[in-house]
């Protein structure tokens, strides 16, 4: 089971995940998440993934879907407080690892 979270501050869109991102998982991530960014042409995502407990094929799937909708508003996006579990899966989507929602801030520097 996946629980997110998500709020609207400063031109940002912080997306905190907390469970299992799996196949069942991912339709929070692709019908609530994505069609967000894209009818409001968000430019700015932080996921912070402090409480993801895992993620499977689907799931970085759903994450490198958000990346692209980011990217067609000419955008960034980071995720914050990876688990060196989730670290070694997510090497592949090549988005920026922050360590806090601070230093993601920063990193996609508005």
């Known amino acids: 089971m ?3 979270d998500m709020e609207y501050e400063k031109g940002i869109l912080y997306v905190r995940l907390k469970g299992v991102l799996d196949r069942k998982a991912t339709y929070k991530i692709n019908n609530y998440i994505v069609p ?3 009818k409001h042409k ?3 995502l ?4 402090f409480e993801l407990k895992d993620i ?3 799931g970085l799937d759903s ?3 958000t990346k692209c909708a980011i990217r067609t508003n000419r955008g ?3 995720l914050c407080e990876v688990s060196d579990d989730v670290r070694k899966k997510i090497k592949r989507l090549r988005i920026s690892v922050a360590s806090n929602e601070l230093a993601a801030n920063r990193l996609i520097n508005i």
């Open 2 to 4: 996946l629980k997110v």
């Open 36 to 38: 967000v960014v894209l």
């Open 42 to 44: 968000i430019k700015y």
């Open 46 to 49: 932080v996921f912070n993934l």
């Open 56 to 58: 499977d094929e689907s």
């Open 63 to 65: 994450l490198l879907n």
């Open 76 to 78: 960034k996006i980071c």
